[in-house]
């Protein structure tokens, strides 16, 4: 069964720290990954898109990798700020039909104290 | 951001009413979609549209209705509406011939059904 798993639910951490939000997956065959980002009353917003050659990708303080052998995933956020407080979901794409199906996780929930 | 915009924000309505729920995007994008968002849960497909004239049911069973009769605009309609219907719906469009491509969301709209 084709799943997407994030861990932690949720995460409380002070400004300036970094934290890392894991996502694993069991999709297959892989297409891409991709990170949003949503804040509360608002809708996702895309942070990086992984395809299956790509090991890291860097938005800012935001820097997602990839392993696609253990099929894991991982969103590094730097020097935390208050605006960083939101879900964090992880989306994984298949190549199982000519348009390709998303699979979501349930978010990783960041609150960012001062 | 992303050009995508939902009305109405909040609805508060009782048992049986119809509604409607509007989605527009000036993208010119050709993919839209209707998702259905709970507290803590991943995101569920209830509908998509490839284009004008054209759409299909997501995922998850649902007694809602779409119609896409202009590129821009992708309505969703409860003829109607009952308790468990309350939820966040997210309105989404997307391009390219390629599958999958990133999702622009709108900001939800929360509907609260008593």
């Known amino acids: 069964k084709n799943q997407v798993e994030q861990s932690p639910q949720s995460l409380i951490i002070l400004e300036g720290k970094n934290c890392t939000l894991q996502?694993?997956?069991?999709?297959?065959?892989?297409?891409?990954l991709r990170w949003y980002k949503q804040d509360t009353g608002r809708g996702p917003v895309s942070l990086t898109i992984m395809t299956f050659s790509e090991n890291t990708k860097s938005n800012g303080r935001y820097t997602a990798t990839l392993d696609a052998d253990t099929k894991q995933s991982s969103l590094h956020i730097t020097a935390s700020q208050l605006s960083d407080s939101a879900s964090y979901i992880c989306?994984?794409?298949?190549?199982?039909?000519?348009?390709?199906?998303?699979?979501f996780g349930r978010g990783t929930q960041l609150t960012v104290w001062p | 951001e992303a050009d995508i915009y939902q009305t109405p924000r909040y609805l508060v309505i009782g048992t049986g009413k119809k509604i409607t729920l509007e989605c527009s995007q000036t993208?010119?994008?050709?993919?839209m979609y209707w998702y259905q968002q709970d507290p803590g849960m991943e995101l569920h497909l209830i509908h998509y549209?490839?284009?004008?004239?054209?759409?299909e049911k997501g995922d998850l069973s649902s007694e809602s209705t779409v119609s896409r009769i202009r590129t821009e605009h992708f309505p969703l309609t409860l003829e109607s509406a009952r308790p468990s219907h309350t939820s966040q719906y997210l309105c989404?469009?997307?391009?390219?011939?390629?599958?999958?491509?990133?999702?622009?969301f709108g900001n939800g709209t929360r509907l609260t059904v008593t």
């Open positions: 996502c694993n997956y069991t999709v297959s065959p892989f297409s891409n």
């Open positions: 989404a469009s997307s391009e390219g011939r390629d599958s999958p491509s990133t999702l622009h």
């Open positions: 549209s490839y284009g004008v004239n054209s759409t």
């Open positions: 989306v994984v794409s298949d190549r199982g039909s000519t348009l390709g199906r998303l699979y």
């Open positions: 993208m010119g994008h050709d993919k």
